[in-house]
């Protein structure tokens, strides 16, 4: 089992940055993989970024170039970087472990990029 505790969201305006944490505890593989996914009113869950044991990311073309992912593996810690955020950035962000057969979510941060 994996229980996964995210924080840093908050409300923001155009233009700014928010950090998102994510720790995960429990039975953590050495081979897993880590991302933040985000929904917003109305809209279905999107993948936003990625990270995989390996490093290798992914990120979604709309946060492309503005969105960094990173992680500390020892810490079991999974990062999200956000700049030049946008009003269509405003969502609930979910934080997401897949590994083995399986896949975990927490419980979601809002972020609100608003004037």
């Known amino acids: 089992q994996v229980q996964l505790v995210e924080s840093g969201g908050g409300l923001v305006q155009p233009g700014g940055s928010l950090r998102l944490s994510c720790a995960a505890s429990?039975?953590?593989?050495?081979?897993?993989?880590m991302g933040w996914y985000r929904q917003a009113p109305g809209k279905q869950r999107e993948l936003v970024a990625s990270?995989?044991?390996?490093?290798?990311?992914t990120y979604a073309g709309s946060v492309k170039g503005r969105f960094t992912i990173s992680r500390d593996t020892a810490k079991n810690t999974v990062y999200l970087q956000m700049n030049s955020l946008k009003p269509e950035d405003t969502a609930v962000y979910y934080c997401?472990?897949?590994?083995?057969?399986?896949?975990?979510w927490g419980q979601g941060t809002q972020v609100t990029v608003s004037s």
């Open positions: 429990g039975t953590i593989f050495s081979n897993n993989a």
């Open positions: 990270i995989t044991s390996g490093r290798t990311t």
């Open positions: 997401r472990v897949a590994q083995s057969a399986y896949v975990y």
